[in-house]
């Protein structure tokens, strides 16, 4: 087999890996191990692979970081790298700091959240009632203050001690609670709320296929999930460190047809331009549970144009 080139070889000056934590993950939609490395990334002076299931394409990093790494990389350093360390910001962290991007993120939250409006996700019911949302890792929780203002009643859960001290600042309600923790008590929220929101989310976590089953047990029978992802079709370049899955719109549909979700709409929303010109092409997604035949759902995402235009 040939060695694959390295991709990436950085230094997270502020999280390290506990190597006993580290496991080697199956392919997340079919669980097969037949998969094949096609890069390599040095990460702390450890080396992982970026790998390809040979059955479903899906393209993920292995072996896995472990909890420990992931719990200290999403401190307050991950949402500076920009300022503190800018040969860092192709592959780590979300620009989160300065009082110029905060504001545009509240203005494009607004945006956002208006265009779920406009596509039929309201925040009242017939009676007039606010609809409950969930937003699930979304740091300082803009699209959840937004969503508050809409009407919408919501509530955030996050693991970043940095974006939960930011959110409650702002008197946005969120749970320090990992999404795992809700595994132990399923039926703490089942089918306890109509939108379930994340936002550049999905990526980033070592069980997707969990999540979303976890998501779909806390959403109601009529409820709509919202969620932006990476579209990635080709090897990936850009943010290595803090992706872990990478998903195209094959093996996005995928694991939404395996999970039981039925995609009704889904658009572009917006790219990242890396400083080498490459980029990561986003795409949101809307999607409502379903117990018709996985075999009728479809086997690719289309994506329409941005409503927003970015």
């Known amino acids: 087999m040939a060695v694959p080139e390295r991709l990436l070889d950085v230094r997270i000056q502020w999280a390290d890996f506990v190597p006993g934590e580290f496991s080697y993950a199956p392919c997340n939609l079919c669980g097969s191990f037949d998969f094949k490395p096609i890069e390599s990334l040095s990460i702390n002076f450890m080396e992982f692979f970026l790998v390809e299931c040979r059955k479903c394409s899906l ?14 990389l999403y401190s307050e350093e991950y949402f500076d790298v ?9 592959q780590v962290g979300v620009p989160d700091t300065d009082e110029k991007e905060r504001k545009f993120r509240d203005e494009i939250s607004v945006k956002v959240v208006d265009s779920w409006v406009d596509l039929g996700v309201l925040p009242y019911d017939e009676l007039g009632n606010p609809r409950r949302l969930l937003e699930i890792g979304g740091g300082r929780g803009y699209l959840q203050k937004a969503a508050q203002q809409r009407g919408w009643d919501t509530l955030g859960i996050e693991i970043s001690h940095y974006g939960i001290k930011e959110a409650l600042k702002a008197r946005i309600p969120v749970l320090a609670v990992p999404l795992n923790d809700v595994r132990n008590n399923p039926d703490q929220y089942k089918e306890s709320f109509d939108v379930i929101v994340f936002y550049d989310f999905l990526e980033h976590l070592t069980d997707p296929s969990q999540a979303i089953r976890l998501i779909r047990n806390m959403l109601k029978k009529s409820g709509t999930i919202i969620f932006r992802v990476p579209k990635t079709e080709g090897c990936p370049t850009l943010h290595l460190v803090d992706h872990i899955w990478h998903f195209s719109t094959r093996s996005l549909a995928s694991l939404l047809r395996k999970e039981r979700f039925e995609v009704w709409h889904s658009h572009h929303s917006g790219r990242y331009i890396g400083s080498n010109g490459t980029y990561i092409d ?15 759902l479809a086997t690719e995402i289309n994506v329409s144009t941005n409503p927003l235009g970015l």
């Open 59 to 72: 393209i993920w990093r292995n072996p896995l970081p472990g909890e420990t790494f992931l719990s200290r």
């Open 82 to 90: 920009p300022a503190r360390y800018p040969m860092l910001k192709d």
């Open 282 to 296: 986003n795409m949101t997604v809307f999607a409502k549970k379903t117990d018709i035949n996985t075999a009728d």
